[in-house]
């Protein structure tokens, strides 16, 4: 298969770094960190088209749906990272965002030989976890052309599905397929074509702002804390305490008392301390509100 790298800005040649194999490391290592601070800008850039994918994504999510990442290499553990982070921040279900990776689990370790060019395995990962119209697929690629991941993609618009991707290339198969495009163009790496860096870089950004404003979206952020986080460790069931105590400006031996009467949960911990209700009452109150705490509290208030 003829691949032609030279049309992509990820595979470029960097002229701020062509003699960096010259510098002293410190150097060297300015050289890296200008060309990162380039990052975020690039990402600030596609701010709109990622609050569009945030507001699908939470409104697939309300609806029973699912937010599923499709990657190989770099960018394929990067989904995997973020989907399987949210169950312990966010109190999510583990099948709500799913990470799936050319070559399967093992790529997560190791590189799978030709794996992200079979574009029927990028359906058929879909097909084996029962995609549907509610779930809505993220395509991520650095190069913006990798088969694996076009081949997913593919298969969520045949069924009618939302379609987003992130990749660093303008102008890319990906982009002509994907209904939501995100395109973080971070410009040549340091080491030519190692799109791990920038490029990597810039996927975390954005699957980052993905699920956590999606999460805020449906309620599981309360200010800044995150009141569905679960008590998993013991720092977690200490920041559990933390957060009920700063979500109601409350003393820690009611916070304990009042995580006590609910099996640890933050969100009924804080309504009941804010609205002086019991536990029973409190969770009552957040279902009648989808487990939003303002308009539960406000409903007592």
């Not at 999510?61 to 982070?85: M, P």
């Not at 979500?247 to 031996?253: F, G, K, L, N, W």
């Amino acid at each position: 298969m003829q691949i032609d790298l030279t049309k992509l800005v990820t595979e470029s040649r960097n002229s701020a770094s062509e003699a960096i194999d010259t510098l002293s490391t410190l150097e060297m290592l300015k050289v890296i960190n200008n060309e990162d601070k380039k990052v975020a800008l690039a990402v600030e850039q596609t701010l709109p088209a990622i609050a569009q994918a945030v507001d699908a994504i939470a409104t697939a999510f309300s609806l029973g749906g699912r937010l599923i990442y499709v990657g190989a290499g770099t960018s394929g553990r990067l989904g995997v990272l973020d989907a399987s982070e949210c169950p312990p921040t966010y109190g999510s279900a583990p099948e709500q965002v799913v990470g799936l990776i050319a070559g399967g689990h093992k790529a997560i370790l190791k590189a799978v030989e030709n794996a992200e060019d079979n574009a029927e395995m990028g359906a058929d990962d879909l097909k084996a976890i029962h995609f549907s119209a509610r779930d809505v697929l993220v395509g991520i690629a650095a190069s913006g052309r990798t088969p694996y991941v076009l081949g997913a993609m593919a298969y969520a618009r045949s069924m009618n599905a939302i379609v987003a991707c992130v990749s660093c290339n303008p102008q890319s198969p990906m982009t002509a397929a994907a209904d939501i495009v995100i395109t973080p163009v971070v410009g040549a790496e340091v080491v030519t074509g190692s799109s791990r860096m920038k490029a990597g870089t810039a996927q975390k950004l954005v699957l980052n702002m993905l699920t956590t404003g999606a999460m805020i979206r449906i309620g599981k952020i309360y200010g800044n804390l995150m009141v569905d986080v679960e008590a998993t460790n013991a720092k977690l069931v200490e920041r559990q305490k933390q957060i009920v105590m700063q979500a109601t400006d409350c003393e820690r031996e009611q916070a304990v008392v009042a995580l006590d009467a609910c099996d640890s949960h933050c969100k009924t911990a804080i309504v009941m301390i804010l609205t002086g209700v019991d536990s029973d009452t409190a969770k009552a109150l957040l279902q009648q509100n989808k487990g939003y705490i303002r308009p539960a509290i406000a409903e007592r208030s």
